[in-house]
């Protein structure tokens, strides 16, 4: 899987750029991304609405066919709306589970939330494909409400 390199610079989305050319890369990491914070952090869209009629769901599920690639963040729903406290780690572990639950169909998901500092929070995510593994890490910084750290680490 190939895409442009997106990443997380702590003040918006950044393209790689080396060489004056996007760089490409054939991580998970935008995709896992994009699954966490990406999507319809306002509702969970569980439907695929085929009709032309409008609804109030993220504009990118309407091109989804299979509802299993809906992207709902609820992640960031969960960190936006949480204190930090050991109770809140386990409802943001699950979600980043059920975020995450779509890369199953290429390898093993292991995911793992910590807090390395005050008002910090790190997720851990890792795909581990037939032949190579995809580790990804983000903090989250719980005073500004935003990623503040993304990394794909090799």
Known sequence: MINESIYQSGQGGKL????????????????????????????????????DQLNDSWWGNTRQGDPEDLVNSETERVLMGSDLSFQSLARIEAAVKADTDKF????TVEVQVNVPDVNRIEILVKVIEPEKENKF????????NEVIEQLTIK
């Open 16 to 51: 790689y750029v080396k060489s004056n050319d996007i760089q490409l890369t054939s991580s998970l990491s935008q995709e896992i991304f994009i699954a966490m914070f990406g999507g319809n952090r306002e509702q969970s869209t569980t439907f695929q609405d085929t009709s």
């Open 104 to 107: 199953k169909k290429y390898g």
């Open 137 to 144: 890490s983000l903090i989250w910084d719980s005073t500004r």
